[in-house]
């Protein structure tokens, strides 16, 4: 089974940024997509931001357009989701998850998770 591994989280003051990577044990070919979620305290989790493995399409919830962006490196078996502007409603536990069905951000369909990095947006 694939583990994922996140870094990059940290406290970064409103308006900054930060990348977060995330980088699969095995090569991810049998996987439709990866994405980053997150969960702040006492809200449940949801979709940041999720990228096909097959052909790069992306998916960004709202609140994220403009500020966030998801790249691959297949070769390298890496997601990373670059974080600009960021905002204190941002703060929260990031996820990177993947996914063998054909689902982009659907958080029942994502079964492998990785332990999640904290990020935190506070002046």
């Known amino acids: 089974q694939v583990q994922l591994v996140e870094s990059g989280g940290g406290l970064v003051q409103p308006g900054g940024s930060l990348r977060l990577s995330c980088k699969a044990s095995?090569?991810?070919?049998?996987?439709?997509?990866m994405g980053w979620f997150r969960q702040a305290p006492g809200k449940e989790r949801e979709g940041v931001s999720c990228i096909s493995l097959e052909d790069g399409s992306t998916w960004r919830r709202e609140s994220v357009r403009g500020r966030f962006t998801i790249s691959r490196d297949n070769a390298k078996n890496t997601v990373t989701l670059e974080m600009n502007d960021l905002k204190p409603e941002d703060t929260g536990i990031y996820y990177c998850?993947?996914?063998?069905?054909?689902?982009?951000?659907?958080?029942?369909?994502?079964?492998?998770w990785g332990q999640g990095t904290q990020v935190t947006v506070s002046s």
């Open positions: 095995e090569y991810t070919s049998d996987y439709f997509a």
């Open positions: 998850a993947a996914t063998t069905a054909k689902a982009m951000c659907i958080l029942r369909y994502y079964d492998h």
